[in-house]
């Protein structure tokens, strides 16, 4: 089982990025997504969650307005957009799923059981 997060690179302030999460040896469909990153020498932070269906998602505070999670389940990807970046935004993103289809961990890291390899997303001034 493994999560793949890609589409990271170097933006200036303001800009865009979107980031895409893929999966091989699961059924992604079936499964919540969180995005979580870490800057250098911080820790790792919550983003934004997305339950299986795409109905329910959550933000943290830090991203609310600015970035936007989604999924498209036929194709099995879950995206996460992110405009208005900042500085600040600079971090390694992984993405996460839980072991067991169909809960929805939402913001809290350790109820997630598989992360993928992250993508570096730098944010210049």
């Known amino acids: 089982l493994q999560l793949q997060a890609s589409g990271g690179g170097l933006v200036q302030a303001g800009g865009s990025l979107r980031l895409s999460c893929t999966a091989s040896?699961?059924?992604?469909?079936?499964?919540?997504i969180g995005w979580f990153r870490q800057a250098p020498g911080k820790e790792r932070e919550a983003v934004s969650s997305?339950?299986?269906?795409?109905?329910?998602?959550t933000y943290a505070n830090s991203v609310k307005g600015r970035f936007t999670t989604s999924r498209d389940n036929a194709k099995r990807m879950v995206y996460l957009q992110m405009d208005s970046l900042k500085p600040e935004d600079t971090a390694i993103y992984f993405c996460?799923?839980?072991?067991?289809?169909?809960?929805?961990?939402?913001?809290?890291?350790?109820?997630?059981?598989?992360w993928g390899q992250g993508t570096l997303v730098t944010v210049s001034s």
């Open positions: 996460a799923a839980p072991a067991v289809a169909g809960i929805v961990p939402g913001l809290y890291g350790d109820q997630y059981d598989y």
């Open positions: 040896g699961f059924d992604l469909e079936y499964y919540a």
């Open positions: 997305i339950s299986s269906s795409g109905m329910g998602i």
